[in-house]
């Protein structure tokens, strides 16, 4: 049976059917070509200090010298690193790389019990750990193989006033970095100043060997580690950097990296995607931080963000935003969640700027679809099938569903990950015989080849045998003006099965859960009515932003 792709007639001038996959080899290739490209351009800046391509290149030798030399350790090895946005994830991770080894990248915010399960499963002998995080590693470090503990402060690598400043800062009088005794553990400045004791011996690295353990599925039971080969990350660099470089100046782009870097989205599209674009990565430690994250965004003249839908709706609700000088931004790209249409209209309005959903998986590292770049306003798919990759709509049977249905997404290309790590059923069960991987995601193909995703298969909420989409809920909700942020969740119900519950943050004090129901009535058929009204002040969420649903639905259930 042929296999059709209507999306195809839909890309844009210049954006190929195909990438080529083996242009690069690894993704060490790929840093050492924009090395010798864009020796002298800035590479990486956070905290008023910038570091050149030049910089990171002898930075992230002297670390890969370090762990090969002094640590001895074998190829293949696992290296966690835990690490907000700061100058030393790059030096970090792209040393880990260059040394052969595998990046194991560990959210900072995790618990000890978290931590303790990712360094267990992945075996990891070395963690590099920010000093603010390091007493969660103290807790857990007899559990687990590691060997060597890297520390190091915020303020490490600003030099010479500024660094120390910053760490007395922030230990002294913002108090944030709570004790810790982790005995022989070694600063990342003294690391480094050993690694130049060695030469850096040449590595074979394999498209096929793993360059980065991505841990996934924390919602759903135990997170599990997607193998992320180097020919994976490569491929999806390529296939993106094809998508979104129809109009891009090499060696002078300014991406504005405020989701972080040990997250998929931001690692490859503004880590590795700018990075062969010769491009800055102006990184953002604390987002969180909206003001200064606003004062920021005054002093750089950016090309480019990327960020998700509470990103863009927390800066757009931040007093002095529409006073940034958006002259240069001429790329928007948003995923990880829903982009509200309430929320990709104001960005339009007030930066000039197509907030551009795109979609993808930490298994598909992560970029399968992306809206057209040259998209003139927001239309709520997540866009087609990019360079290489083919995606269909299944039913539970396996069977595709003719266009328009509603079925699970599947998703085929080069950067599907190998499959989960020390988990061959749990692979089998996401990677089927023909290679498609099935995402978990409800969605419909249009007759152009546009997907759209309906909502995740498990946040469906049921009521009386009809599906609800929370994602639908929640955008009809979003365009009250009262309302900040909105999240529907299905609750148990012994009429229906479930019942919708929306729990809202308000923008306005004084919106009634009358005035939401009312709203609701208006624009939504009678099922999709929320039955429960809540308001909170504030809703739970992952690290880069997203809304834990899941922690909503266990709540007991308020009128």
């Known amino acids: 049976m042929s296999f059709e792709r209507p999306w195809l007639a839909q890309y844009p001038e210049r954006v190929p059917a195909q990438i080529d996959v083996d242009e690069f080899p690894s993704v060490v290739a790929v840093l050492e070509s924009a090395i010798e490209n864009y020796r002298d351009r800035p590479a990486f800046a956070n905290l008023g200090k910038t570091l050149t391509y030049a910089e990171i290149d002898q930075l992230s030798a002297q670390f890969a010298a370090y762990l090969l030399g002094e640590l001895k350790l074998k190829k293949g090895d696992r290296v966690a690193i835990m690490m907000p946005n700061c100058l030393q994830y790059p030096i970090a991770t792209f040393g880990v790389l260059r040394a052969g080894l595998t990046v194991v990248n560990t959210n900072p915010m995790y618990t000890a019990r978290e931590l303790r399960h990712q360094l267990v499963d992945s075996g990891a002998s070395v963690i590099f750990v920010l000093d603010n995080f390091a007493h969660t590693v103290q807790e857990v470090i007899g559990d687990t193989q590691v060997k060597q503990v890297i520390t190091t402060g915020l303020g490490d690598m600003l030099g010479f006033p500024k660094g120390s400043i910053v760490n007395f800062v922030l230990k002294y009088i913002k108090k944030m970095v709570p004790e810790y005794d982790l005995p022989g553990a070694i600063r990342f400045r003294d690391a480094l100043a ?202 539970e049977n396996g069977n595709a569903m003719p266009q328009g249905e509603v079925g699970e997404l599947c998703l085929r290309g080069p950067q599907i990950m190998k499959g989960y790590w020390k988990r061959p059923e749990e692979t089998a069960a996401a990677i089927d015989a023909d290679g498609w991987l099935h995402t978990g995601d409800m969605a419909r193909m249009d007759e152009k080849g546009f997907f759209y995703i309906v909502d995740r298969k498990k946040d469906m909420i049921l009521v009386s045998g009809f599906n609800v989409y929370p994602n639908e809920v929640e955008d009809v909700i979003a365009m009250m003006p009262g309302v900040l942020e909105v999240a529907a969740v299905g609750v148990p119900d012994d009429k229906s099965g479930e019942a919708v519950k929306v729990v809202i943050v308000k923008k306005d004090p004084s919106l009634t859960a009358e005035q939401v129901k009312a709203h609701a009535r208006e624009n939504l058929t009678g099922y999709k009515h929320p039955r429960y009204v809540e308001f909170r002040t504030e809703l739970p969420k992952t690290n880069v932003g997203k809304i834990l649903r899941r922690e909503l639905r266990d709540a007991p259930a308020t009128h």
Not at 382 to 388: E, K, R
Request: aromatic share 8%; charged share 15%; with cysteine.
């Open 194 to 395: 050993l690694g130049q004791r060695h030469t850096l011996p040449t590595v074979d690295i394999e498209p096929n060997d793993i360059a980065f353990l991505q841990y996934t599925g924390g919602t759903t039971g135990v997170a599990k580690g997607a193998m992320l080969t180097h020919r994976n990350m490569v491929a999806n660099m390529q296939q993106a950097a094809a998508w979104v470089g129809t109009n891009v100046r090499m060696g002078e782009e300014v991406i504005i990296t405020a989701l972080p870097l040990y997250h998929i989205f931001a690692l490859t599209a503004n880590g590795l995607v700018f990075m062969k674009f010769g491009g800055l990565n102006h990184m953002i430690t604390n987002p969180r931080d909206m003001k200064a994250f606003v004062k920021e965004l005054k002093s750089v003249r950016f090309t480019a963000i990327t960020g998700v839908n509470t990103l863009f709706n927390g800066l757009l609700n931040t007093p002095g935003f529409d006073e940034v000088d958006f002259s240069g931004l001429h790329l928007t790209l948003g995923g990880g969640m829903a982009v509200q249409r309430s929320v990709a209209e104001r960005w339009k309005q007030v930066t000039g700027s197509t907030l551009v959903e795109a979609y993808g998986l930490t298994e598909s590292a992560p970029a399968a679809c992306i809206n057209p770049m040259d998209l003139v306003d927001y239309n709520g798919a997540i866009g087609l099938p990019i360079p290489s990759t083919d995606a269909c709509v299944k039913d």
